[in-house]
């Protein structure tokens, strides 16, 4: 399947043929995915600024160290004003998005989220992006109403079994459902899956990818598996660098106009990390704005990069990173490729 002309190839990839793409020689499939991504998203990064606001979690991920179950953990919520205020430092210093993320925390009822994103949308010319996990379908209605424009919630992994094993509670066509939704609100939706989740194998990895195609989602976060010692899982094996960026070359091949992050994750478990999948298909960078005494207690894994920065220092640091990649830092919102490729 690697050959010539393959920039231009836009047939529909079956779950074999997505397999083996993950078989492939990985620097080829890397390449390939670079001029996808050269051609379908230009040579843009957008900078998405991220702001964990609150480490409270109502549900018991077994590989996340902000589970619930975790009682070594110190929780913070931040305020209204607090979260507000950092958006704006963040947009004062040049980022067109802003992520407002946090555990599944009912501590903010919807009315305090609308008024975040109320607020934030009053005196700042930025999109908004919400990752604050599962909710009910009113309350996703309100925030796009309020101005919300995107939404990110993770699929985790395609395979039933291993969701429900590693999500106590939860099912993976609970979380479908949701990301339907999303998409009939209007929101511009992202998933997104763990590589080398324990019990997790090619195959699955495969039908990640595909079940993104067929959801037609507008943004992807794919990073590796990342083991916190304060959870279930961990003892067990760290996903591999080399099968993370396959699976986002991978997914920029199948998905092609789609935003794809250089994850933080990727960054942890290499220094490199992020410039090997900016290099493998991913055209966004978030760089944590979240103010410097709440950063290390955000810890979803262990070794995260960029605890100890503050915003200037984790901006600084990216935007050398974009640029020794030979690449321009976007200067617009960076909504939806949809329309255009
Ligand atoms: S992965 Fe998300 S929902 Fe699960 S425990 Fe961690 S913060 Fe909570």
């Avoid at 043929?17 to 995915?33: G, M, S, V, Y």
């Avoid at 998005?97 to 599944?104: E, K, P």
């Avoid at 979803?300 to 990216?318: C, H």
Wanted: contains cysteine; hydrophobic residues 35%; charged residues 30%.
């Amino acid at each position: 399947m690697i050959g010539s002309g393959r920039v231009k190839q836009t047939s529909t990839f079956n779950h074999s043929q997505i397999e083996e793409l993950l078989k492939a020689e990985e620097d080829e499939l890397i390449l390939w995915a670079d001029e996808v991504r050269s051609s379908c998203c230009g040579d843009e990064v957008h900078l998405r600024g991220l702001i964990e606001f609150s480490n409270y979690c109502t549900r018991d991920c077994l590989y996340c160290g902000l589970r619930r179950s975790n009682k070594k953990i110190t929780r913070y919520r931040m305020t209204k004003e607090e979260i507000v205020d950092c958006a704006l430092t963040g947009f004062r210093a040049g980022l067109k998005t802003i992520v407002l993320q946090s555990g599944d925390d009912p501590g903010y009822r919807e009315e305090d989220i609308s008024r975040i994103i109320y607020l934030i949308k009053a005196k700042a010319d930025v999109a908004i992006t919400l990752c604050v996990g599962e909710r009910d379908y009113r309350e996703y209605g309100a925030w796009k109403k309020a101005g919300a424009d995107r939404y990110l919630l993770k699929h985790e992994t395609a395979n039933s079994d291993l969701y429900s094993r590693l999500h106590p509670g939860q099912t993976l066509a609970g979380r479908l459902k949701i990301l339907g939704w999303l998409k009939e609100i209007g929101y511009q939706v992202g998933a997104g899956n763990i590589v080398g989740l324990p019990g997790q194998n090619l195959r699955d990895l495969a039908d990640d990818i595909l079940l993104m195609k067929k959801l037609d989602i507008d943004m992807a976060g794919i990073g590796p598996f990342v083991p916190h010692p304060d959870t279930p899982l961990g003892g067990e094996k760290q996903g591999e660098l080399n099968m993370s960026l396959k699976v986002l070359a991978a997914a920029r091949i199948v998905l092609r106009d789609v935003h794809l992050p250089a994850t933080t994750a990727t960054g942890s478990i290499h220094p490199e990390g992020q410039k090997m999948a900016l290099r493998a298909g991913a055209n966004v960078v978030m760089p944590n704005i979240t103010p410097a005494r709440y950063r290390p207690l955000y810890e979803i894994y262990q070794g995260k990069t960029g605890m100890k920065e503050n915003m200037e220092e984790s901006l600084v640091r990216l935007r050398r990173m974009i640029e020794s990649c030979r690449r321009k830092i976007a200067d617009s919102k960076g909504h939806s490729l949809k329309i255009s490729c």
